[in-house]
């Protein structure tokens, strides 16, 4: 039953090799899942996008691809975050902090990230390498740039746009903020503006400045804008380039564009769609008058669209099956926080994730060790074979639709004995270092156990209207009961700012020590 899982956009590539003299096509969304703050960058015919993914190690996922439509997971820029206690979920959370949006480079050989985490102690991590597919090395931290672009100029001097047109200047190795260099607001908002403009993404193209953001206009959506210059330190000039809603959801607005070595250019722009988070859409470039306009001619995000680069899809996946035969977890999933490395093994018993408890917890937003990845639209299902043997009094583990609003399939030892809960579970983060104050359970079904061996699935429906999420158990993984309600998926900014992930769970309420064997995570998507 081992399907990895396509992508829902269902990209119809003409040829199937890498290579072959032909073109790509595509349907948006490009991928169907959260992958927000998208910055891209390109090393000859090799494209690289970066996107945020907060509180989840390891973190700042990097994805390659050869044709801007076929992108797999190649890195992550780091392992772990150490800077407080709170990325170990002690002294309080990282919960929608962590690593935000980030900007990816590639310069003189040697590819950069830069980010910004939205907590204390409120600074920038500067990373590089010369391979994106290895491993990333920490240059230096800077200070705290919110939503940054660097942006390597032709004489060889750097800079960063970042806030609200904000601009930068670092030393040319990048080791600090230049003494003396620039440092200054660009642009001043103007009366149509309201809050932050933010999400900058800048390029440099026929001697101009382009400086992308979004924008909430008075009574108005979210757009895209792009503010122009023939000197870096300005005036800039501005104009909506994109302003659409698509498919009947809304919020079409942030991104980022490249260009391909023909010298034609794209944009990767997010679209809010709700439980599933935000998902990319990819669409063209119009250059008019010197303004790059985005989507079809029409100004639309278009449905389909054709990319003249050749098909090269390496068969990997943004979400995948596991069946933990290899010593190693698949690059797909990652740790809510830091994980305790002691508490977790793929050898001890081979063929299996064993999930050890080590820290006595009261709720799941707490718990160290749980194991995640995306869930997909339009729909998707997720299987795990647990063995739940040697769960000691009080351990809680299972499955989970885990977001600040989680549906969670639980197995609970009360009294020496096993129950399997179906329950809703909204927690409330307090606003200065995101401690969990609260957990609102309301438990919906409670069956008594007396397998040691038991199947859960969770089936999800993203399309227009639904994020819809419903709950089934089984001990043979073949007849399938519904367990609980539906439950309803919800995006939301204040808690844990992403989309609902799949999770795979196991922590202690009385004492450590016992631990739960995963034999696999079965994964589809239609």
């Known amino acids: 039953m081992k399907i990895f899982c396509l992508f829902v956009c269902l990209t119809l590539a003409i040829g199937n090799v890498c290579g072959q003299e032909t073109v790509t096509t595509y349907s948006n969304p490009l991928m169907w899942a959260d992958v927000p703050d998208l910055s891209v960058t390109r090393n000859g015919d090799e494209f690289y996008l970066i996107s945020t993914t907060m509180h989840l190690m390891p973190g700042a996922p990097v994805m390659k691809s050869k044709d801007l439509v076929h992108w797999e997971i190649v890195s992550y820029v780091f392992d772990t975050l150490n800077d407080n206690s709170k990325y170990d979920l002690q002294n309080g959370t990282v919960y929608g902090r962590g690593q935000w949006a980030s900007s990816i480079r590639y310069h003189d050989g040697k590819y950069y990230v830069l980010f910004s985490p939205n907590d204390k102690p409120f600074r920038s991590y500067l990373y590089r390498t010369t391979d994106p597919s290895g491993k990333w090395e920490l240059v230096t931290r800077l200070p705290h740039f919110h939503d940054n672009s660097l942006l ?40 149509s503006e309201t809050g932050l403009l933010e999400g900058s993404q800048a390029i440099k193209h026929n001697g101009k400045y382009y400086l992308f953001m979004i924008s909430w206009p008075k009574d108005g959506k979210r757009r895209q804008l792009c503010y122009r210059a023939d000197k870096i330190t300005g005036p800039y000039e501005k104009k909506v380039i994109l302003e659409n809603d698509f498919a009947g959801f809304p919020y079409v607005g942030q991104g980022c564009m490249i260009d391909d070595k023909k010298g034609d250019w794209y944009s990767l722009i997010f679209q809010d769609r709700g439980g599933v988070g935000r998902v990319p859409l990819l669409m063209p470039v119009r250059w008019e008058e010197e303004w790059p306009m985005l989507g079809d001619e029409n100004g639309k995000v278009p449905h389909q669209g054709i990319i003249p680069l050749s098909p090269c899809d390496s068969g990997r996946r943004l979400v995948e099956s596991d069946d933990f035969s290899s010593d190693k977890l698949k690059i797909n999933w990652q740790w809510n926080h830091n994980p305790i490395n002691s508490a977790w093994s793929l050898t001890e018993r081979p063929g299996y994730l064993r999930l050890k408890t080590t820290r006595i917890v009261d709720n799941l937003y707490l718990a160290p060790n749980t194991l995640s990845q995306r869930m997909e639209g339009p729909e998707c299902s997720g299987i795990i074979g647990l063995d739940i043997s040697k769960m000691k009094e009080g351990d809680v583990a299972g499955f989970a639709a885990f977001n600040g609003h989680s549906g969670v399939l639980a197995i609970r030892k009360t009294n020496g004995k096993n129950v399997l809960t179906m329950s809703k579970q909204i927690v409330d983060l307090s606003d200065e270092n995101k401690v969990v104050e609260h957990v609102e359970t309301e438990e919906l079904a409670c069956i008594p156990l007396d397998k040691e061996q038991i199947y859960l699935r969770i089936n999800a429906d993203f399309n227009l209207g639904k994020d819809w999420s419903t709950f089934y158990y089984s001990f043979d993984n073949t007849n399938w009961e519904p367990i609980g309600e539906p439950f309803k998926m919800i995006f939301d900014y204040r808690k844990l700012f992403m989309g609902t992930r799949f999770a795979l769970f196991n922590y202690a309420t009385v004492s450590s020590g016992g631990y739960v064997d995963v034999d696999f995570f079965d994964y589809n998507v239609k």
């Open 152 to 191: 390597f100029d032709d004489d060889g001097r750097v800079y960063v746009y970042y806030g609200t047109g904000e601009l930068r200047e670092l030393n040319a190795d990048l080791s600090d903020v230049k003494k003396d260099g620039v440092n200054m607001r660009i642009f001043e908002r103007d009366a």
